[in-house]
DNA sequence: CGCGTATAGGTGTAGTTACACCCATATGCT
DNA sequence: AGCATATGGGTGTAACTACACCTATACGCG
């Protein structure tokens, strides 16, 4: 099926990717509600918790526009989760989760654990597997296109 | 491997999804940059294209909330794609795409049709095949959650 | 040392997304 | 007819996303 991609809006990649990501986010963050935290927050935090980084460093890491994760880590450092502070270069900013921050992790990870197991279940943990290398196949083989071109 | 979801950040299905719809809209708008519209808006253009309907139909086949596609239509009708009329119920709003609507999707058309060809080239129409069709399997296994329950 | 350029972040602007809440209208029941 | 309730949309608020542009700092070269 799908021979020539002539009908927009059903062969479209992005809008399908977009309208699951919809749905999927509602989910997570209909689960993490009892923490009043949304998965994107969260999983920023996670990131971020992985080790202290210059902004540019893990807005690369997420291939996300540096004004982005600027403002994303807005709320965070708001709820004291994340400290931004004056890197070695006085230009940049590391990124550091306080222990604030790991404390909430540590509260969240029960709820993301079950909402991930939800989605597992409703989805079976073959086809999640195959979605998280079909993902991870799409990953490799696009180009980032992020912020600045070369 | 990834028995049981213990590492977040790499388990995550939101947060992986989150990050390949990043990377494709950031494709696709490179390529519609030059027709001066977003994926997001040719997809929603094209979808109230296949016909009349209310603003709650339509937010319910995308499966958006109604406010959402109250703004995302905003920008259409400023540039004159779509109407939205008020309906027999006088409650309802009517959206209908415009004859410009039309001109535009025909214009944009064959620009979504080379991204489309991008992404199917680097990823391998196989790869797509399957990638679209485990988003199909998810989009009837998951709950859609969405605007009120029940 | 000083100047030109490159780099790190922030701001302005604009669009996408959703929840809570409000207003207006429609509908149903008495 | 009249009131209670249900339903359709809009607004307020807040977060996510990115591009263009600006500022400040760093770095390299003469």
Known sequence: MSAAPSVPNFGCT???MRKLTRRLTRIY??????????????????NAAAGERTLSELA??????????????????????????????SRSRSISVTAAGRRK??????????AQCEIESLLGTKS??????????????????SGKRA
């Open 60 to 89: 690369a890491e997420l291939e996300m526009d540096r004004s982005t994760l600027s403002r994303n880590l807005a709320p965070l450092a708001a709820q004291g989760w994340v400290e931004i502070s004056v890197g070695a270069d």
């Open 14 to 16: 992005c809008a399908r």
């Open 105 to 114: 992790l540590k509260a969240v990870l029960p709820l993301w654990r079950k």
């Open 128 to 145: 999640v597997g195959t979605l998280h290398q079909d993902i991870e196949h799409a990953l490799a083989a696009l180009p980032m296109l």
């Open 29 to 46: 963050d209909a689960h993490l509600a009892a923490q009043a935290i949304k998965v994107t927050q969260y999983s920023l935090l996670a």
